[in-house]
């Protein structure tokens, strides 16, 4: 695949980002490029437990696009259209009108190669939206019933949710609580703290110093006192 050329065109760069997108790889050989032949693969693996490879589509010159390997041949994947009518002459000399469904051809390569994007979303990715990673396919009823099954293993339990809701309830109240608490005995430590100061200022060295001094006065005071009355 030459990313620089579908790098060079918008139309073909717009392809390109898709293909990244959707997990396409393009697998054309050197002769199919020489052939003007374009083949993709995709994630997605055939239903038919025979033939697991991933599908297989491609692009051609002639104006068709194809399935290259989810048959037992390719199969053209361009849309339908009524033919021009057809007469046959009966034995009788009568007429008989016949149609037939041809398809419709798409001559230039870029609309062949994003007629084939859009193609393979519809079909292969949304109609097989259920199919897991890998390619493996899981079937529409077995997708439905696991899911059934997991809503009601999930009813079953709905009972322990609910208490297991209450206990988380229960524990951020709890840790409110013991956030007021805390709070609380910040402001008492706060409190206690306050009075410890008013306590020491109380009794300051100084006014201690003061007390002393007049105790010592009236002690000298005494002993001039009992000197005199001697």
């Known amino acids: 695949m030459n990313r620089e050329q579908y790098l060079s065109d918008s139309r073909y760069e717009r392809v390109l980002?898709?293909?990244?997108?959707l997990g396409i790889m393009d697998i054309t050989t050197t002769r199919q490029?020489?052939?003007?032949?374009?083949?993709?693969?995709?994630?997605?693996?055939?239903?038919?437990n025979r033939n697991p490879s991933f599908i297989e589509v491609a692009s051609f010159k002639t104006g068709y696009v194809r399935n290259q390997n989810s048959g037992y041949s390719?199969?053209?994947?361009?849309?339908?259209?009524?033919?021009e009518p057809e007469y046959f002459e009966l034995p009788n000399?009568?007429?008989?009108?016949?149609?037939?469904?041809?398809?419709?051809?798409?001559?230039?390569?870029?609309d062949r190669l994003e007629y084939l994007i859009s193609y393979c979303?519809?079909?292969y990715y949304i109609k097989r939206a259920n199919q897991v990673v890998e390619g493996k396919y899981v079937s529409q009823w077995y997708h439905?019933?696991?899911l059934e099954r997991a809503n009601e293993t999930y009813s079953e339990n709905t009972g322990a949710m609910a208490r297991i809701s209450e206990l988380e309830d229960r524990i951020y109240e709890l840790e409110s609580q013991v956030?007021?608490?805390?709070?609380?005995?910040?402001?008492?430590?706060?409190?206690?703290?306050?009075?410890?100061?008013?306590?020491?200022?109380?009794?300051?060295?100084?006014?201690?110093?003061?007390?002393?001094?007049?105790?010592?006065?009236l002690e000298n005071k005494l002993a001039t006192i009992n000197r005199i009355s001697e």
């Open 33 to 48: 490029h020489k052939n003007g032949t374009i083949v993709w693969r995709l994630p997605i693996k055939n239903h038919d």
């Open 93 to 110: 000399g009568d007429y008989r009108k016949f149609t037939t469904r041809s398809c419709v051809l798409i001559p230039i390569e870029i």
């Open 121 to 123: 979303l519809k079909n």
């Open 17 to 21: 980002e898709h293909m990244d997108l």
């Open 179 to 217: 956030d007021v608490a805390d709070t609380r005995v910040t402001n008492l430590s706060l409190q206690n703290e306050v009075l410890q100061n008013k306590l020491s200022n109380a009794i300051s060295p100084t006014k201690h110093q003061c007390t002393i001094n007049k105790l010592h006065d």
């Open 74 to 83: 390719n199969y053209q994947l361009n849309k339908r259209c009524e033919g």
């Open 144 to 146: 439905d019933w696991s």
